[in-house]
């Protein structure tokens, strides 16, 4: 976005992007569902694609925490347990997370440090004028719980 709040170029973020890019190093089909930032919304995508390739699916990666609730509960109305029957991963880490059941597994990330971020590029921004797009990665911790444990 440019100062005025408008949209002047769009980057696919870095986690799609990983995604898109493991599949094609994998031989593997894309099964990428974008959806409104809501749990029903991740409830209603998670049964589409239960539907869809019913036992073929084997894990689902969800965005953010709250959304995973929604898938959750989509696997329980399928008589699907996550952890046991398909892995779940998310982002955030909530405190929550931890306490779900099963445990959801998660991806924390530092959220002081992208703030941080975020104010150094907002500086530059308006210091100087900029044509292309800067990238800053911050790496952040799998938290293995039941949803999704590599190293049971």
Do not use: C
């Amino acid at each position: 976005m440019d100062l005025d709040g408008q949209i002047v170029a769009s980057v696919e973020d870095a986690r799609t992007k990983a995604y898109k890019q493991w599949t094609a190093d994998h031989h593997q089909p894309e099964i990428y569902k974008e959806i409104s930032p809501d749990t029903g919304s991740a409830m209603a995508v998670t049964e589409s694609l239960l539907k869809k390739y019913d036992r073929d699916l084997s894990a689902i990666l969800v965005w953010s925490d709250p959304f995973a609730i929604g898938a959750m509960r989509a696997l329980a109305k399928h008589q699907l347990i996550a952890g046991k029957d398909i892995a779940l991963m998310s982002f955030d880490d909530l405190e929550f997370a931890s306490f779900l059941t099963p445990s959801l597994s998660s991806i924390w990330i530092p959220k002081a440090e992208l703030g941080f971020q975020a104010i150094i590029h907002a500086k530059s921004m308006i210091k100087h004028k900029r044509h292309w797009t800067v990238r800053n990665i911050i790496p952040g911790k799998i938290q293995y719980r039941e949803t999704f444990n590599p190293n049971l």
